[in-house]
């Protein structure tokens, strides 16, 4: 594979990071049910960036995995300021029924937006470390542990960070939508190894035609 196309690869994984997550955040608004589990439809989504990371991680090393997540932030404060623009351009006159069906589904609490920043920064992050850590040891065995394990500690960390933020001192047992969030990402989780195999089988012939530096520093 030559560079060229390793890039325009790269690309589209970061394009599809982005999309997800930006995506997620317009969806907060609707309520879906999973069997008896009630939850926003932005965790379904948002499981996708997860997968991508780590697909970025396996194919190009942490310090991409580590610029896409910063790209991905980029892409948030940008969709959000967007979004809020949106809001205040003043409605056509016989649209105004549309202005409040705007507002509902994408004008976010501010405690929620700053909920989602901060537990998409930390866990994104944990998310990196993790894969990291068991790669350096695993070298090429084992991907089905470094993709699960990196995602359930980190949307471990990612569920707890949002729902405390985003709920504390206004819901009851806290700790029952953490866990029963919790639950619904790990089997998001298991459902997608298949795929991160998949999109990461042809790592080695990448590695040995423009050979990546997996873990090298990031530039300060």
């Known amino acids: 594979m030559n560079s060229e196309l390793i890039?325009?690869?790269?690309?589209?994984?970061n394009v599809l990071f982005a999309t997800s997550i930006v995506i997620a955040n317009v969806l907060a608004g609707k309520v879906v049910m999973i069997?008896?589990?009630?939850?926003?439809?932005?965790?379904?989504m948002y499981a996708f960036s997860f997968l991508f990371t780590d697909i970025i991680h396996e194919r190009y090393g942490k310090e991409e995995a580590t610029r896409t997540i910063r790209y991905g932030f980029a892409a948030q404060i940008f969709a959000s300021i967007m979004i809020f623009l949106g809001m205040l351009l003043p409605v056509a006159p016989f649209a105004y029924d549309t202005q409040?069906?705007?507002e509902i589904l994408l004008g976010q609490n501010y405690r929620f937006v700053l909920a989602s920043l901060v537990a998409y920064l930390v866990s994104q992050h944990v998310d990196v470390y993790i894969f990291s850590k068991i790669k350096q040891r695993t070298a090429e065995r084992h991907k089905w542990l470094r993709n699960n394990a990196s995602t359930f500690g980190s949307q471990l960390i990612d569920t707890t960070i949002f729902i405390t933020i985003a709920f504390i001192g206004t819901v009851p047992n806290i700790w029952v939508m953490i866990l029963s969030?919790?639950?619904?990402?790990?089997?998001?989780?298991?459902?997608?190894?298949?795929?991160?195999?998949?999109?990461?089988?042809?790592?080695?012939?990448?590695?040995?035609?423009?050979p990546l530096n997996?873990?090298?520093?990031?530039?300060t």
């Open 7 to 13: 890039d325009r690869s790269l690309i589209l994984f």
């Open 181 to 210: 969030q919790f639950v619904i990402k790990m089997a998001l989780a298991l459902l997608d190894t298949p795929l991160f195999y998949l999109l990461t089988r042809l790592t080695n012939q990448d590695q040995e035609q423009k």
């Open 100 to 102: 409040a069906a705007y």
């Open 214 to 219: 997996i873990d090298k520093p990031l530039e």
């Open 35 to 44: 069997g008896n589990f009630v939850i926003p439809a932005a965790v379904v």
